[in-house]
């Protein structure tokens, strides 16, 4: 399978971009942060493909994106009023918040875990393709697992050619750096899970003293 480049900038790519995800294929996407692999977040043959594509361990759950904060309740259930004060201050951004998954989500994407990491992410050419598309889908980064995340076009076509059937190359906004931070809200107490680009003292501010952090910068989603 060759993979194509398909150019951000263009509406037409992006309309093709959707097509091939809504048909089971996957696309690497330019997101606020790095270059994600996008496949049908509710789909569990595409799900599947993305392990695979990314030699990733099938016991890590994998995270969302979604395009606008009215969209969660697609894919989580019991969102609590902490989780929208945090929503409120950091979305569009680089706060992924783990939630309880709603009965339609694959349990493939939970690794069966019940609990599902979703965030609306920043960049023009993302929610573009998420406002074509009109559903969510799998935001993990677009590597091969153990690598670096791919923070240019070409770092994600050195990793995955010939594993995806496209990649949507950027204009300019993917900055590179820290990946998102994750809070579990899945849990009585909210739980850091991965302490990225959010600091811990802004996700205290908001959330309150009572937080643990239990994440390094390097740790999954999902595990602690």
Request: charged content about 20%; aromatic content about 2%.
């Amino acid at each position: 399978m060759a993979t194509r480049l398909l150019s951000g900038s263009s509406a037409a790519a992006i309309v093709e971009a959707a097509r091939i995800i809504r048909s089971g294929g996957l696309v690497v996407v330019p997101t606020d942060t790095v270059y994600g692999l996008a496949a049908a977040a509710l789909n569990p043959d595409a799900i599947a493909r993305v392990f695979e594509a990314k030699e990733r361990p099938s016991d890590l759950r994998l995270p969302l994106l979604i395009g606008t904060a009215a969209d969660l309740p697609v894919v989580a259930r019991a969102i609590p009023r902490v989780a929208w004060r945090l929503i409120d201050r950091f979305w569009p951004g680089p706060l992924t918040i783990v939630l309880p998954a709603a009965a339609t989500v694959p349990g493939i994407l939970t690794a069966n875990g019940g609990s599902v990491g979703a965030r609306v992410p920043a960049g023009r050419t993302i929610l573009r393709l998420l406002e074509v598309l009109g559903e969510p889908i799998v935001g993990t980064s677009a590597n091969i697992s153990g690598e670096p995340p791919a923070s240019a076009a070409s770092d994600a076509l050195r990793q995955l050619d010939g594993r995806v059937e496209a990649i949507l190359e950027g204009d300019g906004e993917v900055r590179g750096g820290l990946p998102s931070s994750v809070i579990d809200l899945s849990r009585r107490v909210p739980t850091v899970r991965r302490a990225g680009a959010i600091s811990i003292d802004d996700l205290r501010a908001v959330v309150g003293t009572r937080m643990e952090v239990v994440g390094t910068l390097t740790g999954p989603v999902g595990k602690p």
